[in-house]
C-alpha cells in the first residue's frame, strides 16, 4: 500500500512537471510570436516576458523532478543563479530567432542556445556547497542534450507555422522535450552530499515543505497569469490585425510595402491601379521597372533620406503601369519593418482626374483673365476716347483755342497708341525710359483734359500746384494715367455736381498729391479692398483702374492712401518719390 502511494506521488509530481513545460511553452511562444508583428512598439516587452516565463517553467519543473525522483532539494544561491542564466541565455535564443533572412542558421544557433540554457539549469542548478563529490555519466550527458535540441529545433520550426494548432504542437514538442531532458539528467548527475546537509526529501518535508510549496505555488501562478495574460492580448491583437487588414484590403488608394527595392505587399487597389490580376505579377520585382528613367535618381535619394527622416509627403509622383499606363499620383512614403528588416511603406493615391480637372481649371481661368484683360483694355482706351469725343464737339461748335485742343487730342492719341502697344508686349519684358518731370504741368494736362467732362456733370476742379517745382523719375504717360484714373472716378462718383479739389506740394522727400471730391463716400468694408484686381463699386466698372494705378506709383516707389467719410467725401492721397533732375536719363527693365 505504502508503495502504490509512493508511486502515484511520483507520477503526479512528473505528470505535473510535464504540464507546467508545456504550459510555459505555449505562453513562451505567445510572448515571442508578437516579434513578428509589423507595428511591434513592445519588442523588449515581448523578448523579456516570454524568456522570464520560460525560465520561472523550468526552474519549477526542476524543483518538481527532484522532488519525484526523490532526490535531496538543496536551497543554495547555486538555484538562483541557474534562474537568471537560463532567463538571460533564452532571450538571446529569441533575439537570435527574430532575425529573420538575416542570419543563415539562426534555427540551429537559437535552438543550441535555448538548450544550452535548459541544460545549464538541469545540471548547475543542482550544485552548491553541501555537494562533497560530483560524477556524470557521459551517455546519459550527450543522449539528453542530442535529444534536448533536436526537439527544441522541431519546436521552433513548428512555431514559425501559421496557426494555433502549430502552436500547440510547438509548445508540446519542446514541454516534452525538456521534460525527457530533465529525467536523463537525473540518472547522469550523479551528487554526495557532505554529511549534516540542509535538505528535504520526500519523506523529510517537514522543515522545507512550507518554503518549497511558495515556490511551486508563485511559479505556477505567473506562469498561469502570463498564460491568461498573453491569450487575451494576442486575441486582442489579433482583432486589431484583422480590422487592419480590412481596412487595407479594402482602401481606395494603394497601400504597397518595398523591402530592398523590391515589392513585397500590395493591396487589391494596388492591382487594380497597375493593370495587375495577381499579386505575383509585382511582388519581387524593382519598384524602379514603374518609374521614369528620370526619376530613378531622385527616387533613391529619397529613399536613402526617409531612413533618417522616417516619412516623406504627400509628393507627386508619376508611374507607368504594367500596361504603359501612366499615373499621376500624390504620395506619402513611411518607414516600416517586416521580419526585423527595414522596409518602405507608400499610400499611392492616383489623381489622373484631378491632374485633368487642375488643366480645364487653368484654361477656364485663362479665358475669364484674357475677358478680363479685355475689359481692362476697353476701360483704358475708352477714357481717351471720351476725351476726344468731347474735344471734336466743342470744335464742331466752333469754339476758339483750337490749337490747345489739337494738341491734347493728339497727346490722347498717342496715349491709346501707348497702351495698345503696352497690350501687345504683355508677354515680352518691358524698357521704359524714364526721366525727371515736374508732376504740376503732368496734372495740368490731366486738369485740362478732363476739365471739359467734369462741366457736362456740373463739377469744377479746382487746382492749387504751388510755385515751386514738384520733380519726381519715373514715367510720365503711366503717372498721367493715374491721375486720369483717380480724377474720372471722383467726377463719376458726384452725380450731384460739386468741386473737386487738387492739392499738391512737397513734404518731406516725397510729393503729396491729395484730390479730394465731394461724393457720397467709401465704406470702410470696401476701403479694405481698393485696388484689388476685379474689384469695383460700379456697375459697369471692371475693377482695373485702380489696380493699374496702384501698380504704378508702386512700381515708381510710392503709395496711394485713401480717407474716406460717407456722406463727406473721399481723399485719395498720392505719395511719390522727390528727385531733383539728372542730365543723363536711365532706362531700367
Same mark, same amino acid.
Given at each position: 500500500?505504502?508503495?502504490?502511494?509512493?508511486?502515484? =506521488?511520483?507520477?503526479?509530481?512528473?505528470?505535473?512537471?510535464?504540464?507546467?513545460?508545456?504550459?510555459? #511553452?505555449?505562453?513562451?511562444?505567445?510572448?515571442?510570436?508578437?516579434?513578428?508583428?509589423?507595428?511591434?512598439?513592445? $519588442?523588449?516587452?515581448?523578448?523579456?516576458?516570454?524568456?522570464?516565463?520560460?525560465?520561472?517553467?523550468?526552474?519549477? %519543473?526542476?524543483?518538481?523532478?527532484?522532488?519525484?525522483?526523490?532526490?535531496?532539494?538543496?536551497?543554495?544561491?547555486?538555484?538562483?543563479?541557474? +534562474?537568471?542564466?537560463?532567463?538571460?541565455?533564452?532571450?538571446?535564443?529569441?533575439?537570435?530567432?527574430?532575425?529573420?533572412?538575416?542570419?543563415?542558421?539562426?534555427?540551429?544557433?537559437?535552438?543550441?542556445?535555448?538548450?544550452?540554457?535548459?541544460?545549464?539549469?538541469?545540471?548547475?542548478?543542482?550544485?552548491?556547497?553541501?555537494?562533497?563529490?560530483?560524477?556524470?555519466?557521459?551517455?546519459?550527458?550527450?543522449?539528453?542534450?542530442?535529444?534536448?535540441? #533536436?526537439?527544441?529545433?522541431?519546436?521552433?520550426?513548428?512555431?514559425?507555422?501559421?496557426?494555433?494548432?502549430?502552436?500547440?504542437?510547438?509548445?508540446?514538442?519542446?514541454?516534452?522535450?525538456?521534460?525527457?531532458?530533465?529525467?536523463?539528467?537525473?540518472?547522469?548527475?550523479?551528487?554526495?552530499?557532505?554529511?549534516?546537509?540542509?535538505?528535504?526529501?520526500?519523506?523529510?518535508?517537514?522543515?522545507?515543505?512550507?518554503?518549497?510549496?511558495?515556490?511551486?505555488?508563485?511559479?505556477?501562478?505567473?506562469?498561469?497569469? #502570463?498564460?491568461?495574460?498573453?491569450?487575451?492580448?494576442?486575441?486582442?491583437?489579433?482583432?486589431?490585425?484583422?480590422?487592419? %487588414?480590412?481596412?487595407?484590403?479594402?482602401?481606395?488608394?494603394?497601400?504597397?510595402?518595398?523591402?530592398?527595392?523590391?515589392?513585397?505587399?500590395?493591396?487589391?487597389?494596388?492591382?487594380?491601379?497597375?493593370?495587375?490580376?495577381?499579386?505575383?505579377? +509585382?511582388?519581387?520585382?524593382?519598384?524602379?521597372?514603374?518609374?521614369?528613367?528620370?526619376?530613378?535618381?531622385?527616387?533613391?535619394?529619397?529613399?536613402?533620406?526617409?531612413?533618417?527622416?522616417?516619412?516623406?509627403?504627400?509628393?507627386?509622383?508619376?508611374?507607368?503601369?504594367?500596361?504603359?499606363?501612366?499615373?499621376?499620383?500624390?504620395?506619402?512614403?513611411?518607414?516600416?519593418?517586416?521580419?526585423?528588416?527595414?522596409?518602405?511603406?507608400?499610400?499611392?493615391?492616383?489623381?489622373?482626374?484631378?491632374?485633368?480637372?487642375?488643366?480645364?481649371?487653368?484654361?477656364?481661368?485663362?479665358?475669364?483673365?484674357?475677358?478680363?484683360?479685355?475689359?481692362?483694355?476697353?476701360?483704358?482706351?475708352?477714357?481717351?476716347?471720351?476725351?476726344?469725343?468731347?474735344?471734336?464737339?466743342?470744335?464742331?461748335?466752333?469754339?476758339?483755342?483750337?490749337?490747345?485742343?489739337?494738341?491734347?487730342? %493728339?497727346?490722347?492719341?498717342? $496715349?491709346?497708341?501707348?497702351?495698345?502697344?503696352?497690350?501687345?508686349?504683355?508677354?515680352?519684358?518691358?524698357?521704359?525710359? +524714364?526721366?525727371?518731370?515736374?508732376?504740376?504741368?503732368?496734372? $495740368?494736362?490731366?486738369?485740362?483734359?478732363?476739365?471739359?467732362?467734369?462741366?457736362?456733370? #456740373?463739377?469744377?476742379?479746382?487746382?492749387?500746384?504751388?510755385?515751386?517745382?514738384? =520733380?519726381?523719375?519715373?514715367?510720365?504717360?503711366?503717372?498721367?494715367?493715374?491721375?486720369?484714373?483717380?480724377?474720372?472716378?471722383?467726377?463719376?462718383?458726384?452725380?450731384?455736381?460739386?468741386?473737386?479739389?487738387?492739392?499738391?506740394?512737397?513734404?518731406?522727400?516725397?510729393?503729396?498729391?491729395?484730390?479730394?471730391?465731394?461724393?457720397?463716400?467709401?465704406?470702410?468694408?470696401?476701403?479694405?479692398?481698393?485696388?484689388?484686381?476685379?474689384?469695383?463699386?460700379?456697375?459697369?466698372?471692371?475693377?482695373?483702374?485702380?489696380?493699374?494705378?496702384?501698380?504704378?506709383?508702386?512700381?515708381?516707389?510710392?503709395?496711394?492712401?485713401?480717407?474716406?467719410?460717407?456722406?463727406?467725401?473721399?481723399?485719395?492721397?498720392?505719395?511719390?518719390?522727390?528727385?531733383?533732375?539728372?542730365?543723363?536719363?536711365?532706362?531700367?527693365?
Amino acid at each position: 500500500m505504502m508503495y502504490d502511494s509512493e508511486t502515484s =506521488w511520483k507520477i503526479g509530481l512528473l505528470l505535473l512537471a510535464l504540464i507546467i513545460s508545456i504550459i510555459a #511553452s505555449y505562453t513562451m511562444f505567445n510572448f515571442t510570436g508578437n516579434l513578428q508583428r509589423k507595428d511591434n512598439h513592445f $519588442r523588449v516587452f515581448w523578448l523579456s516576458g516570454g524568456a522570464f516565463v520560460f525560465g520561472i517553467g523550468m526552474w519549477v %519543473k526542476q524543483f518538481l523532478t527532484t522532488l519525484a525522483w526523490d532526490q535531496t532539494i538543496v536551497f543554495t544561491w547555486a538555484a538562483v543563479v541557474s +534562474l537568471l542564466f537560463t532567463i538571460f541565455f533564452s532571450s538571446m535564443a529569441f533575439v537570435m530567432l527574430a532575425f529573420q533572412n538575416t542570419i543563415r542558421y539562426r534555427l540551429a544557433a537559437g535552438s543550441f542556445i535555448l538548450a544550452f540554457s535548459v541544460t545549464f539549469m538541469s545540471y548547475f542548478g543542482e550544485l552548491g556547497e553541501d555537494v562533497s563529490e560530483i560524477r556524470t555519466v557521459t551517455v546519459y550527458v550527450v543522449l539528453g542534450i542530442l535529444l534536448l535540441f #533536436s526537439g527544441i529545433y522541431a519546436a521552433l520550426r513548428l512555431s514559425e507555422w501559421p496557426g494555433e494548432r502549430n502552436k500547440w504542437l510547438a509548445s508540446l514538442t519542446l514541454g516534452i522535450a525538456v521534460f525527457i531532458e530533465s529525467q536523463i539528467s537525473k540518472q547522469a548527475l550523479l551528487l554526495q552530499y557532505r554529511d549534516g546537509a540542509a535538505y528535504a526529501s520526500a519523506d523529510r518535508l517537514q522543515e522545507d515543505i512550507y518554503r518549497l510549496s511558495v515556490i511551486i505555488g508563485i511559479g505556477m501562478l505567473l506562469i498561469l497569469t #502570463s498564460t491568461l495574460f498573453t491569450w487575451y492580448i494576442d486575441k486582442r491583437m489579433n482583432h486589431m490585425d484583422e480590422r487592419y %487588414k480590412l481596412l487595407v484590403e479594402n482602401s481606395l488608394d494603394t497601400i504597397a510595402i518595398f523591402k530592398k527595392d523590391k515589392w513585397v505587399f500590395v493591396n487589391e487597389a494596388g492591382l487594380r491601379m497597375f493593370d495587375a490580376t495577381e499579386p505575383e505579377e +509585382l511582388l519581387g520585382s524593382s519598384i524602379f521597372v514603374y518609374l521614369l528613367p528620370e526619376d530613378h535618381d531622385r527616387v533613391r535619394e529619397r529613399m536613402q533620406n526617409l531612413a533618417m527622416t522616417g516619412n516623406s509627403g504627400p509628393l507627386e509622383q508619376e508611374w507607368i503601369t504594367l500596361k504603359g499606363r501612366t499615373l499621376n499620383t500624390e504620395i506619402v512614403e513611411l518607414m516600416t519593418s517586416i521580419e526585423n528588416e527595414p522596409a518602405l511603406q507608400i499610400i499611392i493615391r492616383d489623381i489622373s482626374e484631378r491632374k485633368k480637372n487642375e488643366e480645364l481649371l487653368i484654361n477656364s481661368e485663362k479665358l475669364y483673365v484674357a475677358g478680363q484683360l479685355a475689359a481692362g483694355i476697353a476701360h483704358e482706351i475708352r477714357n481717351p476716347l471720351t476725351s476726344l469725343k468731347g474735344f471734336l464737339q466743342l470744335l464742331s461748335s466752333g469754339r476758339k483755342n483750337n490749337g490747345t485742343y489739337f494738341d491734347i487730342m %493728339k497727346s490722347e492719341l498717342t $496715349r491709346i497708341e501707348n497702351i495698345v502697344s503696352e497690350m501687345l508686349m504683355l508677354s515680352k519684358p518691358q524698357v521704359y525710359e +524714364l526721366s525727371y518731370h515736374d508732376i504740376r504741368h503732368v496734372m $495740368r494736362e490731366t486738369v485740362t483734359l478732363l476739365e471739359t467732362q467734369a462741366i457736362l456733370h #456740373s463739377i469744377q476742379i479746382e487746382s492749387d500746384f504751388g510755385p515751386d517745382p514738384l =520733380w519726381i523719375y519715373g514715367v510720365e504717360s503711366q503717372i498721367k494715367q493715374v491721375f486720369i484714373n483717380v480724377i474720372k472716378n471722383a467726377i463719376e462718383a458726384m452725380t450731384d455736381g460739386g468741386a473737386i479739389r487738387v492739392h499738391m506740394k512737397r513734404f518731406d522727400n516725397s510729393v503729396r498729391i491729395r484730390i479730394m471730391d465731394e461724393g457720397p463716400g467709401i465704406e470702410d468694408s470696401q476701403l479694405a479692398k481698393m485696388g484689388q484686381p476685379f474689384y469695383t463699386t460700379k456697375d459697369k466698372g471692371t475693377g482695373l483702374g485702380l489696380m493699374v494705378s496702384y501698380k504704378i506709383v508702386d512700381n515708381h516707389q510710392g503709395k496711394i492712401q485713401v480717407y474716406s467719410q460717407l456722406g463727406s467725401g473721399t481723399t485719395f492721397e498720392i505719395l511719390l518719390p522727390f528727385r531733383y533732375p539728372d542730365n543723363a536719363p536711365v532706362k531700367t527693365g
